[in-house]
């Protein structure tokens, strides 16, 4: 009969085995040092997928009462975009950062983020076709790779070379699609609450309950002229309501802000075919398969990449966030604490400071994670040591 010695020397014996097995999946020769193990053993936290650098110098002091940044009308292939600028306070040339604004949004919703890069990068945050100030094309579909294609010339057009692309909600998937089809145009990837596939039947995901009934043949039409009539203000508070963790804490001011912009934009003829066609076209991008899938587009995004998620999304539900920076093959994950759909105007100087730090990892080749392999919790992050529960 085994003593308790020989089973332990037997156990000890599989483990050895194993693990010599393992190595030999990784490709790594068996006794050579894991890179994404410290000294002793320990996984390395700076491994880890949730573990995001911090940019640790000054940064400007949020202003509020800041009114949107100046924009223009800029030639790009069939039509014009509307794009606002803001200056870098460096006098160091830097590769633009260039911001795409989601499903009912627009350049303005970058203001705050803009003015925190601005220590180091200027801004261009780009109104996609049929929002904000930028007129559609006769002949615009509103498909997702048409808006990609649009936002892919505007690079060329501006950034003058290769540019750190963010995207929030359905920009987000504009963003991904222009980095995997066109990655010499872009440096780094951000993605905040990216509108990945989310087919929860929600109606509290909906700043108005009714949207749902315009993409109806017969009712739709009917509906859609009751939502033209609601009043911007109302319409401005359904979206703080639904987009925002604490929407007590957005200033009064700036809600009067978004209504006029609602006002508006609602002149214009093309606005709500612009929401209604958008829309139904990223639904259906959801329920692609094979290489039009976005979890497939997101694979084939070699940039380095950053996911920022609000730990209270309503629209997006953060339990996408730990597959969709696993889907991006150098991507990180930030998930931040009270905050909702809309973490680059609830948290600008985190989501700063956040951005800044992955350029700077790049640059010094400090970014690459391990694949999520860390045994980290996907519900922490790791921002420079310290953990945020989500």
Request: hydrophobic share 40%; charged share 25%.
């Amino acid at each position: 009969m085994p003593t308790w010695g020989a089973w332990g020397a037997r156990l000890r014996s599989q483990l050895t085995a194993a693990r010599a097995q393992l190595v030999r999946w990784q490709g790594r020769p068996a006794g050579e040092e894991d890179p994404n193990r410290a000294a002793g053993g320990r996984p390395d936290p700076r491994r880890s997928l949730t573990w995001v650098p911090m940019f640790t110098g000054e940064v400007p002091a949020v202003d509020l009462r800041r009114p949107p940044w100046p924009g223009r009308r800029v030639e790009v292939g069939r039509g014009r975009v509307h794009v606002r600028e803001t200056p870098s306070s460096s006098p160091l040339e830097a590769a633009p950062v260039v911001c795409v604004h989601g499903l009912a949004g627009s350049a303005t919703n970058w203001t705050d983020l803009a003015g925190v890069l601005a220590v180091r990068h200027p801004t261009l945050a780009v109104d996609l076709p049929g929002f904000g100030r930028s007129e559609p094309p006769d002949d615009f579909g509103y498909r997702l790779d048409e808006h990609a294609a649009v936002l892919a010339e505007t690079l060329r057009r501006l950034a003058k070379g290769p540019a750190h692309l963010v995207g929030n909600s359905f920009g987000g998937l504009v963003c991904a699609e222009v980095a995997a089809r066109w990655p010499e145009l872009v440096r780094t990837l951000t993605l905040v609450s990216p509108a990945v596939p989310d087919l929860r039947p929600n109606p509290g995901r909906l700043s108005e309950p009714r949207y749902p009934l315009t993409f109806l043949p017969v009712l739709g039409p009917r509906v859609r002229r009751a939502l033209a009539r609601v009043p911007p203000a109302r319409r401005a508070e359904q979206l703080r309501q639904l987009c925002f963790a604490r929407p007590e804490l957005v200033p009064t001011h700036r809600l009067t802000e978004l209504a006029d912009e609602l006002a508006e934009l609602g002149r214009n003829p093309w606005a709500g075919v612009a929401l209604g066609e958008t829309s139904l076209h990223m639904i259906r991008s959801w329920l692609a398969s094979g290489a039009r899938s976005p979890w497939r587009v997101l694979r084939r995004v070699r940039t380095p990449a950053l996911v920022v998620w609000g730990a209270e999304d309503r629209l997006v539900s953060v339990r996408k966030a730990t597959r969709t920076a696993l889907a991006l093959p150098r991507a990180r994950l930030l998930v931040l604490p009270r905050t909702g759909h809309v973490a680059q105007m609830e948290q600008p100087v985190a989501v700063g400071r956040a951005v800044l730090g992955m350029i700077d990892a790049v640059a010094n080749g400090r970014w690459e994670p391990d694949g999520g392999n860390s045994p980290t919790s996907a519900a922490d992050t790791r921002v420079g040591g310290n953990v945020l529960r989500a």
